[in-house]
């Protein structure tokens, strides 16, 4: 069965850091992009960042662009969301998708991904 599981999240202080996992089984992890997105209270879900099969390929929305990175280890079927000068802004549930192919689009589009983990909750406050 095709699983994907989000940890990492947590209530940090503004300017603090993350790093979020998204640990991926039920399927070949390597022949996929995986995308994280975020959704706010009131807000749509918001693409924020992909990886392709490889690793070798990414995408990150302007708003995290400079303190969001992505990374993939094939190894463990997990992707990683480094989340480094956090802002109140960013506070949101955190999910990984996993794309229907090996490569990023360039507009992380929500219906261009066909399985979701549950999400992992970020808060930054003081």
């Known amino acids: 069965q095709l699983q994907l599981v989000e940890s990492g999240g947590g209530l940090v202080q503004p300017g603090g850091s993350l790093r979020l996992s998204c640990a991926a089984s039920g399927f070949t992890f390597s022949y996929y992009a995986i995308g994280w997105f975020r959704q706010a209270p009131g807000k749509e879900r918001e693409g924020i960042s992909c990886i392709d099969g490889s690793g070798g390929r990414t995408t990150v929305a302007d708003p995290v662009k400079g303190r969001f990175t992505i990374s993939r280890d094939n190894a463990k079927n997990t992707v990683y969301l480094q989340m480094n000068s956090l802002k109140p802004e960013d506070t949101a549930t955190y999910h990984c998708?996993?794309?229907?192919?090996?490569?990023?689009?360039?507009?992380?589009?929500?219906?261009?991904?066909?399985?979701w983990g549950q999400g992992t909750q970020v808060t930054v406050s003081s």
């Open positions: 998708a996993k794309r229907n192919s090996y490569f990023c689009s360039r507009n992380r589009q929500v219906n261009e991904y066909d399985y």
